[in-house]
């Protein structure tokens, strides 16, 4: 599976959009861009996934470039609840691989 | 539907001795997942389980961990001996299958050897 880049940490206004960054240059073709968040002594949560087309669901919005080496997850009006460690993860379409954890974003929201 | 569910939801041991840590996946979920997560990293695989079948354990230390899935549902972790670099939290996953399915990740059990 191919390496993610990503911010150690951000900072983000509640109420405002959070948008945090994830770099996978060396991505191929058929393999899927994740997201998932870990708030504070709890296991992560599947958050959105992706392969080429940018995709929303009722928690966030995931923004894949056209060369498909960087994408965006946005986290519309965020709340303090938002606060947690996100990783950004791409896998093989196959799936037979487990998710593999980088280092993550931790993002603070501040009140 | 009810999630992951993982006990004991903390454990102390001293060094040398042994622990197990239990799983209960989501039902019907032929995927499972054992991860040690240490402090400040992101979790790392153990070992992963297609029903009952081991499908990758190339990260298990299997001098002193082993893990079963009996039945194909509930899952024991298990470290003998433990050593002080073993403490960390231990979160068990489930998914449908494999493919690109989503995880659901239990609260972890956290361990700490001294």
């Known amino acids: 599976d191919a390496k993610t880049t990503q911010p150690p940490s951000m900072d983000c206004a509640e109420g405002r959009a959070a948008n945090l960054p994830c770099n996978h240059s060396t991505i191929s073709g058929n393999e899927y861009v994740y997201w998932y968040r870990q708030i504070h002594s709890q296991g992560p949560q599947y958050i959105i996934h992706?392969?080429?087309n940018n995709e929303t669901n009722e928690m966030a919005s995931l923004i894949i470039t056209e060369d498909r080496k960087s994408s965006t997850l946005i986290l519309p009006h965020a709340t303090l609840r938002d606060t947690a460690v996100y990783y950004c993860?791409?896998?093989?379409?196959?799936?037979?691989?487990?998710?593999?954890f980088g280092s993550g974003t931790r993002l603070q929201v501040q009140p | 539907e009810a999630g992951v569910a993982q006990s004991p939801r903390y454990k102390i041991i001293e060094k040398r001795q042994s622990v197990a840590f239990w799983c209960n996946p989501i039902?019907?979920?032929?995927?499972l997942y054992w991860y040690q997560q240490i402090l400040g990293q992101g979790p790392k695989l153990l070992i992963q389980?297609?029903?009952?079948?081991?499908?990758?354990d190339s990260q298990l230390p299997k001098d002193r961990f082993s893990a079963e899935r009996l039945k194909g549902v509930d899952s024991t972790l298990k470290i003998q001996p433990a050593k002080l670099e073993d403490s960390a939290v231990y979160l068990c996953?489930?998914?449908?299958?494999?493919?690109?399915?989503?995880?659901?990740f239990g609260q972890g059990t956290r361990l700490t050897v001294v």
């Open positions: 389980f297609q029903n009952n079948g081991v499908v990758d």
């Open positions: 039902s019907g979920h032929a995927t």
């Open positions: 996953a489930s998914s449908e299958g494999q493919g690109n399915t989503e995880a659901f």
């Open positions: 992706g392969l080429k």
């Open positions: 993860i791409v896998r093989g379409h196959t799936g037979r691989r487990a998710l593999t």
